[in-house]
């Protein structure tokens, strides 16, 4: 049985994760109207991943007894000026959410639920991935500033992400 407080925290953060698929959808529609299809097909890919990180707390709080309370997705911003700059906003939010989860683990450890530190431990994991990601398309992007053709093989090499595994098959 999950704690009032973690069973709000993890409710919160559903809400979040929710946020990161609806924010980077928003960022697929701004790439993909700039003729940026690879940036485009990236970002519908993060979408879905973020989508399957909701899964997971959905699916821990539902088996440990919880309830889950499903509230208003604020809206994401809906133009960025340069990819640059759309994604270190997105470099910028993995990083809030790295937070996000390192508090909810001190949440967690201090309620001594150990079943959802082990839960947790993956997402810990996840984002250090997820900020390395993140930054290192970042870094590509500086290094070759304005130049279209540049920032075209950057979309081409972004085109070829797979899309998101399936949730439980990533787990293991
Ligand atoms: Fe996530
Ligand atoms: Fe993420």
Not at 49 to 66: A, C, N
Request: with cysteine.
């Amino acid at each position: 049985m999950l704690s009032e407080r973690i069973q709000g925290e993890f409710n919160v953060h559903i809400n979040h994760e929710l946020y990161s698929s609806y924010l980077y959808l928003a960022m697929a529609a701004w790439c993909e109207s700039k003729g940026l299809r690879g940036f485009s097909h990236w970002m519908r890919a993060q979408s879905q991943e973020e989508s399957q990180h909701v899964m997971r707390f959905f699916d821990f709080v539902l088996d440990r007894g919880g309830d889950v309370e499903l509230r208003s997705i604020a809206a994401p911003p809906s133009a960025w000026e340069t990819p640059l700059h759309l994604f270190e906003a997105a470099h910028s939010h993995e990083i809030e959410v790295s937070q996000r989860i390192n508090a909810l683990v001190d949440t967690v450890l201090s309620e001594r639920d150990h079943a959802a530190n082990v839960f947790l431990n993956w997402f810990v994991n996840e984002q250090v991935e997820e900020e390395a990601t993140f930054a290192d398309v970042v870094a590509r992007l500086k290094l070759v500033g304005d130049d279209g053709r540049g920032i075209l093989l950057i979309d081409q090499e972004l085109a070829s992400r797979a899309a998101a595994a399936a949730a439980d098959a990533s787990s293991a």
